[in-house]
């Protein structure tokens, strides 16, 4: 091979770089036989030559000196420095193989920009002393226009968008894990991303010394495991489920392993891991998890549940244009070792992605995702014709075989199986007749907009057929990376091509073999199409023993394939030049007017172009081999022992590649001209459309119609994912993950949904029904003080009594707001015990005060700490459950208020008898008592809590998937669509909150049920000891009544969640209760009745109002679309509805004891407001949905932009029917008839 792969041979301009370094070196201080390998930094070129150090037999020159065009001041500071390995001859394999392993090269475009600023400013050295040398003319010819956006900054933000839509890929999966920016590392190569991933695997674990190659994977990968580490791998090559058990048999013996490595699916058989069980080995014996998605990707698949790392080429179809190279290196949030992984490779990150390679790109990746499901179809179609050929033993595809159910476990709703595919013929002769016969480009690549075929082995395990054979690699293996033509010119070229076989007496099939159309290709491909997902099932694989288990034969030999083997290996090691090569194609230049193939001046190999523009850079993370393309845009076709030369070029076939539309492969240099970096080449015509007129690239992309036969398929219409403006808009970065008009539920069938919840109730409930509990008994504890004395000791009328009660309600609204902001930001299970914990300090200070004034600070500074405590829970809970399981765990937590109330008549009935003990009162004894137990309860709160699904430890990867994904699409099943929640914080969601509707009426409603609530929790003991009985008859006999209604609250909230009728019935009938209650109270005192008739009426009031409370929270959370919206939108109904406790305050005055006329009266008024808000809310919610299903799903809006409006998107409906559509009519449910 005398072109080749940017990673594998060094590129023309590069070769060029290094010659000037050399020259000007040369006269100052090396021999004349001294090489140079160029790195982006010195970290890299000093770890190269260590490499080289340990590797060679002999000590020879090895010098690192940094050259920049800028001068020695600046040196490092910008992108125009590259540091220069300077070595001896005999050193070139050992620097070749680090350079090529560990993708740490530097690009052409960084090394053309470098010669440029060479060229204008002259050569610095980093040697001591430094020098500047003039130089000669270059034998390149530089375009310095093009580099000068570049130096001002251009590619900054196209990073950051890179980045971006890696991770909103990644986070628009069906589980709802969301990716931050920061965890998206941004590498110059697939190669660099997993050479980094692996060196932050040995400081995560420094112990150990293990890692495990799971699968038949790239060769690279293992090459990097075994050399440049703790060389101590375990490679199990076969991939299967028995391999699995051997592994963990291991493991269970005292192994122990930094890191499995794995592929999804495997390149080059397409196996799919069992993800699955790999993640519960990975929990049980604590090792991380790396997987490579390139060929899955993260538009098909959903790795998150199970991966701690996720690596990527971007090099492959994220690019597609075979123009540039990247790679990034994903850790997923949910990790159990998010936070050690992410600081070890941070340390070891350097920024080397130079800034013209991310404009390139950017620019080649915005359609991604139609390409990804483009050539999803195409593959299905591909391999179902080649599997239904009789002269094909074997089609390697995850759709086929056992191991399909592995794969859509992890596949996404509406997600592919991908583009690549292999074929094993039961012939070797066929297969080298199909290789011939097949009429499309020839090369080792994959990824690419065009389809790309090539024979496996020749470019991968050339010396080692018989060990790859041994994992089912044949050595006749057919590898076809499907591209973006047209589906009916790849049927019409393959069954061409597979037609070449029935005349062979290997192949024949007595006229049964046909070949197919594509409507039967596509009619056969329905089922592997479909979306449905399976159970999965156990895989068939290959068995292996003890001894098979071994390091590859790459251990035992140097002789790499991509260093020796014919296809690969260099022209010419003594120079490291490694290839002759041609001119590169400077960026924006129109490469489609080249002919089709060309013969090389300088060696005669014949050599074809492929359909459109290529340059000089595609990574190889995932192709164990060297890629075709070189800087001249050229694909490599082969001579060698078993696949003769195909028809001698490409072009040989001029009549049928004339039927290849050119614009399946879109050309991104191109598009450089239309981009922030503009060309020199503004003379240069871009490609005209059919119509004859001249079409810009920025303007082009596929149509999703198949094109005419033998024309170009441009569309004139923005590529997906840009902005209308010049300027970037953030709307427009992200790219959506979902497929349209495809999007289905995920199938979660064979998660025990009951036994998830119960495990879930188990875990939550408990701590937080403490938490509220505490805070409950806090907050009512003065009410007991009182009648313990309170007021007397401390000199206060009741008007400053009343004025404590209510300072506590106007600083407990204020913070309520910030307190959720800060919920979700610090984490529940930290926020919520700190702010109990001050709570409690709060609470036992209070018991010390000695005055009036005293108490009224600490009544508002304890108001302060309790704001957050039930928000925040009520918060906390519309992140676990959905909102039609939400009120039963409310009604559980909220009964803490009954049992609170109950126990805290008992323990202040206790406590009272410690009045005298160390000088202190009864009342002061509760509030010391009670505060201290509050503080040990939120530091044992601290230790029970659970922060978000995502980060549940006690939930399996596939249940915390679970729990997200029905919280996310939860809101708008009904309406057909499956939007996504927003989860992003903008002050627009806190804003929207203020001024909703919703939240103004149920806050109304609020009212109707917290304000008897507080009139019982302040003045119960109060009204008790007003009827005739003392203090702690008084005290003993608020038990059965928050007993009874606490019971009635657990009940009532059960049947609501599992009742088809509305959820405004279940607030309003409590209602009801709350105003007989009252109303019985109110008559029996004017009338001078009986203690027990007011007692009662109490009763029914209290039995009234806790089950009332529950309902009426949960109503307006579901009702909340968006996370942050809620958290305001909860917080300022709690917030504002708790004003409500300020009117109570001076309800009940002492002058109106004991009948308390007024105070009774105020509370039915109150509760008939209350009441007509529910109406009201009930009628509205109503009205607004069925306008919605008049109107239609109109698609005006975009899925993220639905997402972004919450509940005002026409997809959303507002809940108040737990089970059921609203088919009764509005006035009918709203009487409860």
């Given at each position: 091979?005398?072109?080749?792969?940017?990673?594998?041979?060094?590129?023309?301009?590069i070769?060029?770089?290094?010659?000037?370094?050399?020259?000007a070196?040369?006269?100052?201080?090396?021999?004349?036989n001294?090489?140079?390998?160029?790195?982006?930094?010195?970290?890299?070129?000093?770890?190269?030559?260590?490499?080289?150090?340990?590797?060679?037999?002999?000590?020879?020159?090895?010098?690192?000196c940094?050259?920049?065009?800028?001068?020695?001041?600046?040196?490092?500071?910008d992108?125009?420095?590259?540091?220069?390995?300077?070595?001896a001859?005999?050193?070139?394999?050992?620097?070749?193989?680090?350079?090529?392993?560990?993708?740490?090269?530097?690009?052409?475009?960084?090394?053309e920009?470098?010669?440029?600023?060479?060229?204008?400013?002259?050569?610095?050295?980093?040697?001591?002393?430094?020098?500047?040398?003039?130089?000669?003319k270059?034998?390149?010819?530089?375009?310095?226009?093009?580099?000068?956006?570049?130096?001002?900054?251009?590619?900054?933000?196209e990073?950051?968008?890179?980045?971006?839509?890696?991770?909103?890929?990644?986070?628009?999966?069906p589980?709802?894990?969301?990716?931050?920016?920061?965890?998206?590392?941004?590498?110059?190569?697939?190669?660099?991303?997993?050479?980094?991933?692996?060196?932050?695997?040995?400081?995560?674990?420094?112990?150990?010394?293990?890692?495990?190659?799971?699968g038949?994977?790239?060769v690279?990968?293992?090459?990097?495991?075994?050399?440049f580490?703790?060389?101590?791998?375990i490679?199990?090559?076969?991939?299967?489920?028995?391999e699995?058990g051997?592994?963990?048999?291991?493991?269970?013996?005292?192994?122990?392993?930094?890191?499995?490595?794995?592929?999804?699916?495997?390149?080059?058989?397409?196996?799919?891991?069992?993800?699955?069980?790999?993640?519960?080995?990975?929990?049980?014996?604590?090792?991380?998890?790396?997987?490579?998605?390139?060929?899955?990707?993260?538009?098909?698949?959903?790795?998150?549940?199970?991966?701690?790392?996720?690596?990527?080429?971007?090099?492959?179809?994220?690019?597609?244009?075979?123009?540039?190279?990247?790679?990034?290196?994903?850790?997923?949030?949910?990790?159990?070792?998010?936070a050690?992984?992410?600081?070890?490779?941070?340390?070891?990150?350097?920024?080397?992605?130079?800034?013209?390679?991310?404009?390139?790109m950017?620019?080649?990746?915005?359609?991604?995702?139609?390409?990804?499901?483009?050539?999803?179809?195409?593959?299905?179609?591909?391999?179902?014709?080649?599997?239904?050929?009789?002269?094909?033993?074997?089609?390697?595809?995850?759709?086929?075989?056992?191991?399909?159910?592995?794969?859509?476990?992890?596949?996404?709703?509406?997600?592919?199986?991908?583009?690549?595919?292999?074929?094993?013929?039961?012939?070797?002769?066929?297969?080298?007749?199909?290789?011939?016969?097949?009429?499309?480009?020839?090369?080792?690549?994959?990824?690419?907009?065009?389809?790309?075929?090539?024979?496996?082995?020749?470019?991968?395990?050339?010396?080692?057929?018989?060990?790859?054979?041994?994992?089912?690699?044949?050595?006749h293996?057919?590898?076809?990376?499907?591209?973006?033509?047209?589906?009916?010119?790849?049927?019409?070229?393959?069954?061409?091509?597979?037609?070449?076989?029935?005349?062979?007496?290997?192949?024949?099939c007595?006229g049964?073999?046909?070949?197919?159309?594509?409507?039967?290709?596509?009619?056969?491909?329905?089922?592997?199409?479909?979306?449905?997902?399976?159970?999965?099932?156990s895989?068939?694989?290959?068995?292996?023993?003890?001894?098979?288990?071994?390091t590859?034969?790459?251990?035992?030999?140097?002789?790499?394939?991509?260093?020796?083997?014919?296809?690969?290996?260099?022209?010419?090691?003594?120079?490291?030049?490694?290839?002759?090569?041609?001119d590169?194609?400077?960026?924006?230049?129109?490469s489609?007017?080249?002919?089709?193939?060309?013969?090389?001046?300088?060696?005669?190999?014949?050599?074809?172009?492929?359909?459109?523009?290529?340059?000089?850079?595609?990574?190889?993370?995932?192709?164990?081999?060297?890629?075709?393309t070189?800087?001249?845009s050229?694909?490599?076709?082969?001579?060698?022992?078993?696949?003769?030369?195909?028809n001698s070029?490409?072009?040989?076939?001029?009549?049928?590649?004339?039927?290849?539309?050119?614009?399946?492969?879109?050309?991104?240099?191109?598009?450089?001209?239309?981009?922030?970096?503009?060309?020199?080449?503004?003379?240069?015509?871009?490609?005209?459309?059919?119509?004859?007129?001249?079409?810009?690239p920025?303007?082009?992309?596929?149509?999703?119609?198949?094109?005419?036969?033998?024309?170009?398929?441009?569309?004139?219409?923005?590529?997906?994912?840009?902005?209308?403006?010049?300027k970037?808009?953030?709307?427009?970065?992200?790219?959506?993950?979902?497929?349209?008009?495809?999007?289905?539920?995920?199938?979660?069938?064979?998660?025990?949904?009951?036994?998830?919840?119960?495990?879930?109730?188990?875990?939550?409930?408990?701590?937080?029904?403490?938490?509220?509990?505490?805070?409950?008994?806090?907050?009512?504890?003065?009410?007991?003080?009182?009648?313990?004395?309170?007021?007397?000791?401390?000199?206060?009328?009741?008007?400053?009594?009343?004025?404590?009660?209510?300072?506590?309600?106007?600083?407990?609204?204020?913070?309520?707001?910030?307190?959720?902001l800060?919920?979700?930001?610090?984490?529940?299970?930290?926020?919520?015990?700190?702010?109990?914990?001050?709570?409690?300090?709060?609470m036992?200070?209070?018991?010390?005060?000695?005055?009036?004034?005293?108490?009224?600070?600490?009544?508002?500074?304890?108001?302060?700490?309790?704001?957050?405590?039930?928000?925040?829970?009520?918060?906390?809970?519309?992140?676990?459950?959905?909102?039609?399981?939400?009120?039963?765990?409310?009604?559980?937590?909220?009964?803490a208020?009954?049992?609170?109330?109950?126990?805290?008549?008992l323990?202040?009935?206790?406590?009272?008898?410690?009045?005298?003990?160390?000088?202190?009162?009864?009342?002061?004894?509760?509030?010391?008592?009670?505060?201290?137990?509050?503080?040990?309860?939120?530091v044992?709160?601290?230790?029970?809590?659970?922060?978000?699904?995502?980060?549940?430890?006690?939930?399996?990867?596939?249940?915390?998937?679970?729990?997200?994904?029905?919280?996310?699409?939860?809101?708008?099943?009904?309406s057909?669509?499956?939007?996504?929640?927003?989860?992003?914080?903008?002050?627009?969601h806190?804003?929207?909150?203020?001024?909703?509707?919703?939240?103004?009426?149920?806050?109304?409603?609020?009212?109707?049920?917290?304000c008897?609530?507080?009139?019982?929790?302040?003045?119960?003991?109060?009204?008790?000891?007003?009827?005739?009985?003392?203090?702690?008859?008084?005290?003993?006999?608020?038990?059965?009544?928050?007993?009874?209604?606490?019971?009635?609250?657990?009940?009532?909230?059960?049947?609501?969640?599992?009742?088809?009728?509305?959820?405004?019935?279940?607030?309003?009938?409590?209602?009801?209760?709350i105003?007989?209650?009252?109303?019985?109270?109110?008559?029996?005192?004017?009338?001078?009745?009986?203690?027990?008739v007011?007692?009662?009426?109490?009763?029914?009031?209290?039995?009234?109002?806790?089950?009332?409370?529950?309902?009426?929270?949960?109503?307006?959370?579901?009702?909340?679309?968006?996370?942050?919206?809620?958290?305001?939108?909860?917080?300022?109904?709690?917030?504002?509805?708790?004003?409500?406790?300020?009117?109570?305050?001076?309800?009940?005055?002492?002058?109106?004891?004991?009948?308390?006329?007024?105070?009774?009266?105020?509370?039915?008024?109150?509760?008939?407001?209350?009441?007509?808000?529910?109406?009201?809310?009930?009628?509205g919610?109503?009205?607004?949905?069925?306008?919605?299903?008049?109107?239609?799903?109109?698609?005006?809006?975009?899925?993220?932009?639905?997402?972004?409006?919450?509940?005002?998107?026409?997809?959303?409906?507002?809940?108040?029917?737990?089970?059921?559509?609203?088919?009764?009519?509005?006035?009918?449910?709203?009487?409860?008839?």
């Amino acid at each position: 091979m005398l072109v080749g792969y940017p990673r594998f041979f060094v590129q023309k301009i590069i070769q060029e770089l290094a010659t000037v370094i050399l020259g000007a070196l040369n006269n100052i201080i090396l021999p004349s036989n001294a090489l140079a390998m160029l790195f982006p930094t010195q970290e890299d070129a000093e770890r190269c030559a260590e490499f080289v150090r340990s590797s060679c037999p002999e000590d020879h020159l090895q010098i690192v000196c940094g050259v920049s065009g800028r001068d020695a001041g600046r040196l490092g500071d910008d992108w125009t420095c590259v540091y220069a390995l300077i070595h001896a001859k005999e050193s070139l394999p050992y620097a070749k193989k680090f350079w090529q392993h560990t993708g740490s090269g530097i690009s052409s475009r960084r090394a053309e920009h470098t010669l440029s600023l060479f060229q204008k400013e002259g050569l610095h050295i980093c040697y001591e002393p430094f020098v500047k040398i003039p130089l000669q003319k270059l034998e390149s010819e530089i375009d310095h226009v093009r580099f000068e956006k570049v130096c001002d900054g251009a590619g900054v933000s196209e990073k950051i968008i890179v980045r971006e839509r890696v991770a909103q890929l990644l986070s628009d999966g069906p589980t709802g894990i969301k990716v931050p920016l920061t965890d998206v590392f941004l590498y110059p190569a697939g190669m660099k991303a997993i050479y980094d991933v692996y060196r932050a695997m040995m400081l995560v674990f420094p112990q150990r010394q293990k890692t495990v190659t799971y699968g038949f994977l790239y060769v690279d990968t293992e090459k990097i495991l075994s050399r440049f580490g703790t060389k101590d791998s375990i490679f199990y090559g076969f991939g299967g489920s028995e391999e699995l058990g051997i592994l963990e048999h291991t493991l269970s013996t005292g192994t122990e392993i930094m890191a499995l490595f794995c592929e999804f699916p495997g390149n080059p058989l397409l196996k799919t891991p069992d993800l699955k069980r790999i993640r519960e080995l990975a929990d049980r014996f604590d090792f991380v998890v790396v997987c490579d998605d390139t060929l899955g990707t993260s538009v098909n698949c959903d790795l998150l549940p199970y991966a701690d790392v996720i690596v990527t080429s971007l090099t492959k179809l994220f690019s597609g244009s075979c123009n540039v190279m990247g790679g990034t290196a994903t850790i997923n949030p949910l990790s159990r070792h998010h936070a050690k992984i992410h600081e070890c490779l941070s340390s070891l990150f350097v920024d080397t992605y130079y800034l013209e390679d991310a404009v390139a790109m950017e620019l080649s990746s915005r359609d991604f995702v139609q390409r990804v499901y483009t050539t999803n179809s195409n593959a299905v179609i591909i391999a179902d014709i080649l599997e239904r050929h009789e002269s094909v033993e074997t089609v390697f595809y995850p759709s086929l075989g056992d191991g399909k159910s592995l794969y859509d476990r992890c596949r996404r709703p509406g997600g592919g199986y991908g583009y690549l595919l292999s074929v094993k013929f039961k012939h070797n002769s066929d297969a080298i007749r199909f290789h011939d016969a097949l009429n499309v480009a020839k090369g080792p690549s994959l990824g690419t907009n065009f389809t790309l075929v090539c024979g496996y082995t020749l470019f991968a395990h050339y010396y080692e057929l018989d060990w790859a054979a041994r994992y089912g690699v044949s050595e006749h293996l057919i590898r076809i990376s499907i591209g973006m033509e047209p589906a009916s010119y790849l049927v019409n070229v393959f069954n061409k091509a597979l037609g070449s076989l029935k005349t062979t007496p290997s192949s024949i099939c007595s006229g049964e073999c046909k070949v197919m159309s594509l409507e039967q290709a596509a009619s056969s491909s329905k089922e592997a199409l479909s979306t449905e997902r399976q159970m999965p099932s156990s895989q068939e694989e290959h068995g292996t023993t003890d001894a098979e288990i071994a390091t590859s034969p790459l251990e035992q030999s140097d002789s790499a394939q991509c260093d020796n083997s014919p296809c690969c290996s260099p022209a010419d090691d003594t120079n490291n030049t490694m290839a002759p090569v041609g001119d590169k194609s400077d960026i924006g230049r129109d490469s489609s007017s080249a002919p089709l193939d060309h013969q090389d001046k300088d060696t005669g190999t014949i050599l074809a172009t492929e359909p459109r523009g290529t340059a000089d850079c595609r990574d190889s993370q995932c192709s164990a081999d060297p890629c075709s393309t070189s800087d001249s845009s050229r694909t490599l076709v082969t001579e060698s022992s078993g696949l003769t030369r195909v028809n001698s070029t490409l072009a040989s076939s001029a009549g049928q590649l004339s039927d290849i539309p050119s614009s399946t492969v879109s050309s991104s240099e191109d598009e450089h001209s239309s981009h922030d970096v503009k060309t020199s080449h503004s003379n240069e015509k871009p490609d005209a459309d059919i119509n004859g007129r001249d079409a810009r690239p920025e303007d082009c992309h596929l149509s999703s119609d198949p094109p005419a036969k033998g024309h170009l398929s441009f569309k004139k219409e923005p590529l997906p994912g840009k902005p209308s403006s010049k300027k970037h808009s953030k709307e427009h970065i992200h790219t959506p993950g979902h497929a349209p008009d495809e999007y289905v539920n995920i199938d979660f069938s064979h998660i025990d949904e009951k036994k998830v919840l119960r495990k879930m109730d188990f875990r939550l409930i408990p701590a937080l029904t403490l938490l509220y509990m505490v805070c409950y008994v806090n907050r009512g504890n003065i009410g007991n003080a009182k009648i313990q004395g309170l007021t007397e000791d401390l000199h206060m009328s009741g008007a400053k009594y009343n004025l404590c009660l209510m300072v506590y309600f106007f600083t407990y609204c204020i913070f309520m707001v910030p307190s959720n902001l800060l919920l979700k930001k610090f984490r529940p299970s930290r926020w919520l015990p700190f702010i109990m914990v001050c709570s409690g300090i709060t609470m036992t200070l209070t018991g010390l005060i000695q005055g009036y004034k005293s108490l009224l600070l600490a009544r508002a500074f304890l108001g302060a700490t309790d704001s957050g405590v039930y928000s925040g829970i009520t918060y906390f809970l519309t992140m676990w459950y959905c909102r039609h399981e939400s009120q039963l765990r409310q009604a559980m937590v909220f009964s803490a208020t009954g049992f609170a109330g109950a126990f805290s008549g008992l323990l202040a009935f206790l406590i009272a008898k410690m009045d005298g003990i160390a000088g202190l009162y009864g009342w002061q004894w509760i509030f010391i008592l009670e505060g201290f137990s509050t503080v040990v309860s939120a530091v044992l709160s601290f230790f029970m809590m659970n922060d978000f699904p995502s980060t549940a430890t006690f939930l399996t990867p596939e249940e915390r998937a679970w729990v997200l994904h029905r919280l996310k699409y939860q809101n708008y099943k009904g309406s057909g669509e499956h939007v996504a929640e927003a989860d992003r914080f903008h002050w627009n969601h806190v804003r929207a909150a203020f001024t909703d509707w919703q939240v103004l009426v149920a806050t109304v409603m609020f009212w109707g049920i917290i304000c008897p609530l507080y009139g019982i929790a302040l003045f119960l003991p109060t009204i008790i000891n007003e009827l005739g009985h003392n203090a702690a008859t008084s005290q003993l006999l608020t038990i059965p009544i928050y007993l009874t209604a606490s019971v009635l609250t657990i009940l009532l909230a059960w049947h609501s969640d599992r009742s088809k009728r509305g959820r405004a019935r279940y607030i309003f009938i409590p209602m009801c209760f709350i105003l007989a209650g009252f109303t019985i109270a109110i008559v029996a005192s004017a009338h001078g009745g009986l203690p027990i008739v007011v007692y009662a009426g109490m009763l029914i009031a209290t039995c009234g109002t806790l089950p009332a409370f529950p309902g009426n929270i949960t109503w307006l959370s579901s009702n909340l679309s968006g996370s942050y919206k809620r958290s305001a939108g909860m917080a300022i109904q709690i917030g504002v509805g708790n004003l409500g406790g300020v009117f109570v305050s001076n309800f009940y005055r002492e002058e109106d004891a004991p009948q308390y006329l007024m105070g009774h009266g105020l509370e039915i008024a109150v509760v008939s407001l209350g009441m007509i808000a529910v109406i009201v809310l009930r009628v509205g919610y109503a009205r607004v949905n069925k306008k919605r299903e008049r109107e239609g799903n109109k698609r005006s809006y975009s899925l993220s932009q639905m997402s972004h409006m919450g509940d005002r998107a026409p997809t959303f409906r507002w809940f108040f029917r737990p089970i059921g559509g609203f088919s009764w009519e509005v006035i009918e449910d709203t009487l409860f008839l």
